[in-house]
């Protein structure tokens, strides 16, 4: 984190810098050349007034200052120099400024030395003689001025360095001390940054959903243990009894089928835990394929005949082919169950009828029986683990209390939507809606 910061200040640095430097070279220089040049030709006039009215004695006990003054004859010969001796000097009529000038009246130009390290403007102008004066003022150049600015230019980037160093581990602390403060078992107890608020809620949320899950598991485990030892102990003791020959010979088949019955409760509840474990982590290894649904309540329908003939329920099955892809034995672990319920929870006399529909995008399939029906109160939780209405009466027809959570799993995994409607001593209708893709 800290080079991050460090580089990211670095970078900033640098280009606060760079940027300025550009603003000189690129506005800064031309602005005060044009300054310069501008002085330049008001010199240049004043010092051809003075030479109109003085001639050449204008020149005697002349001091400049870092300005070259030069007078030249209309035929281009120096008739006087600032600096150098005018009679070594060569022509100087193909000077630009000078020919501008003898042809205009006035000239200027802007020249590099050879070393490019300097440039010379120059400002020239005719007298009323015929010849020329002109003036010139050396100025650095660019490349001067770069060279020039080497070593502030390094000094400068040292301290930005520097700075940058001491700024990055001063901010990365700060930055980063707040995050090693986050209690994350308690994620929004802390005063830690806004921007990572959204970040904490989801750690809390995560939190207390899989608190909520241990909790479920925990609230499962204790139920399951539960729901075994009823059974466990009822055959128990009536193995013990007939062990120790208390029974009477004529009880000992009543007494078998007891055991038989409370067995039978236990390998149902046994089954219905495995295949809510299994749901519980995605039925990911059963294969979907495309089911008609009819067909599959054909089958379940078969398979309760029995058991409905003995409850003296009439059970039926109406409807149209309507096939889906899903999942078969959880389609047919749904019906079954629904219809299961239907028959267990009936009146003697009453009727279960099963209805499969193909619509438009769905299939539904809907189980309607005329039983005891649903409490309003208790029809939220039916789909609940172990959650029954009537406890001792789901017990006494066999009931596990996981039937219709296995059915919701089930639904979830086929993305079905379940609609329950149900009339105390009148009946329950529980409808599925499948999407058929
Ligand atoms: P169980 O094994 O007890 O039948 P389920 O999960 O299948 O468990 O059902 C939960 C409870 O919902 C049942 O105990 C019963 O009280 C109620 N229930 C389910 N289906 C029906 C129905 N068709 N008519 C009346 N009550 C029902």
């Not at 602005?31 to 051809?48: I, K």
């Not at 539960?226 to 208390?246: C, Q, R, T």
């Not at 309540?297 to 003296?312: P, Y």
């Not at 499969?356 to 809907?366: E, L, N």
Request: charged fraction near 20%; include cysteine.
């Amino acid at each position: 984190m800290t080079k991050r910061i460090f580089q990211a200040i670095c970078f900033v640095a640098l280009a606060v810098f760079f940027a300025s430097s550009a603003l000189i070279l690129g506005v800064l220089y031309p602005y005060f050349s044009n300054v310069q040049q501008t002085q330049l030709r008001a010199q240049t006039m004043l010092a051809a007034q003075g030479m109109a009215r003085e001639g050449a004695a204008y020149f005697d006990g002349l001091t400049l200052q870092n300005c070259r003054i030069t007078w030249i004859a209309a035929d281009g010969t120096v008739l006087y120099d600032s600096q150098s001796d005018s009679a070594r000097m060569e022509n100087h009529l193909a000077r630009e400024e000078v020919a501008q000038a003898i042809k205009e009246g006035s000239g200027e130009s802007r020249r590099y030395s050879a070393t490019l390290m300097d440039r010379y403007l120059y400002c020239a102008q005719r007298l009323p003689d015929g010849t020329v004066l002109r003036l010139s003022v050396a100025q650095g150049s660019v490349l001067m001025l770069l060279l020039g600015m080497a070593q502030p230019f390094c000094i400068i980037l040292a301290v930005a360095i520097t700075l940058s160093i001491c700024l990055a581990i001063h901010i990365a602390k700060k930055i980063v001390a707040p995050l090693n403060e986050l209690d994350l078992d308690h994620p929004l107890s802390g005063q830690g940054y806004d921007e990572l608020t959204p970040l904490l809620r989801r750690i809390d949320s995560q939190q207390r959903q899989l608190r909520q899950g241990e909790q479920q598991r925990r609230e499962f485990t204790a139920n399951v243990s539960h729901e075994l030892k009823s059974p466990l102990h009822v055959i128990s003791g009536y193995a013990e009894l007939i062990k120790n020959d208390l029974v009477q010979p004529q009880d000992l088949i009543p007494f078998a089928q007891r055991i038989y019955e409370e067995a039978q409760r236990m390998v149902h509840l046994v089954e219905d835990i495995i295949s809510l474990s299994h749901l519980d982590e995605g039925a990911q290894d059963m294969e979907r394929e495309t089911v008609d649904l009819y067909e599959l309540a054909r089958t379940v329908v078969q398979a309760l005949e029995v058991k409905a003939e003995a409850a003296h329920v009439t059970l039926k099955l109406t409807g149209e082919a309507a096939p889906l892809y899903g999942i078969p034995t959880l389609l047919h672990s749904i019906l079954y169950n629904l219809c299961d319920n239907a028959i267990k929870y009936n009146h003697k006399g009453g009727s279960v009828t099963v209805e499969v529909k193909d619509i438009g995008d769905f299939a539904t399939v809907s189980v309607s029986d005329t039983g005891i029906g649903i409490p309003a109160e208790h029809q939220s939780r039916i789909f609940e683990r172990f959650y029954r209405v009537d406890k001792s009466h789901s017990k006494e027809i066999g009931g596990t209390g996981l039937g219709l959570s296995i059915v919701k799993h089930a639904a979830k995994l086929h993305h079905a939507e379940i609609a329950l409607h149900s009339v105390v001593d009148q009946g329950t209708e529980i409808t599925i809606r499948f999407p058929k893709g």
